[in-house]
């Protein structure tokens, strides 16, 4: 029952160092999404995967770069952080595109 | 204008409660709809989708008004256990969600 497993869990960045947020769901899911969580502004979707083999961007992209690298996994990395890039990062997967999210449990970064 | 738009409250009511929150949305294409459900510093669960005709779940009661864009959840005997924020999504390509609504119920 692991469903959709995000590692790591804490970070602490440096600006300027890159880092890269791993996802893998073992559901069999199409579809999978990248949001971050900032408080008041609710989650906002940086990169998503409607298949295996196809990215595009959400509203957020700015600073980030994803690869699907197969139907399981789905990476999000940050190549040169910066502080504004502190928050709450979550992945998501789903069946199609009638479906919920479920949800992994989250990254908590912060960028000094 | 945000595409979905929520009360950030807080609501805080005594148990027993009935408690409702809506949620309005500016996509007119949108196709489904649904309430998730987030505890502190935890990851989003879906607590139910939102049908055209009004669904509910136990205690729960979710309504959409495509008329006028809107989505609605009804808490009924609230419980000290549904302190939480509540997000509402509509879902087009990709899911959009509110800025959620805090919920505090209080013995």
């Known amino acids: 029952n692991a469903g959709v497993t995000q590692t790591p869990k804490f970070q602490v960045l440096k600006t300027g160092q890159s880092m890269t947020l791993q996802c893998a769901q073992d559901m069999n899911h199409n579809s999978m999404y990248w949001y971050r969580q900032d408080p008041g502004m609710g989650l906002r979707l940086i990169y998503y995967?409607?298949?295996?083999?196809?990215?595009d961007k959400g509203e957020v992209p700015n600073g980030y770069n994803v690869s699907r690298l197969n139907k399981r996994e789905f990476s999000l990395r940050l190549e040169s952080a910066a502080p504004s890039q502190t928050s709450v990062y979550f992945c998501?997967?789903?069946?199609?595109?009638?479906?919920?999210?479920?949800f992994g449990s989250g990254t908590r970064l912060t960028v000094v | 204008r945000k595409e979905v738009e929520q009360d950030p409250g807080p609501f805080n009511v005594p148990e027993g409660a009935t408690v409702a929150f809506n949620c309005t949305y500016s996509?007119?294409?949108?196709?489904?709809f649904f309430w998730y459900r987030q505890d502190c510093r935890k990851e989003p669960k879906l607590l139910m989708s939102v049908y055209s005709s009004g669904n509910e779940d136990g205690r729960f009661t979710a309504q959409l008004n495509r008329a006028s864009q809107y989505i609605s959840l009804l808490i009924r005997d609230s419980k000290l256990s549904d302190s939480a924020t509540y997000l509402c999504?509509?879902?087009?390509?990709?899911?959009?969600f509110g800025a959620g609504t805090r919920l505090t119920v209080k013995p």
């Open positions: 999504v509509v879902n087009n390509n990709d899911m959009r």
């Open positions: 995967s409607a298949s295996e083999g196809t990215t």
């Open positions: 996509n007119s294409a949108s196709q489904s």
């Open positions: 998501a997967s789903r069946q199609g595109l009638n479906y919920g999210y479920t």
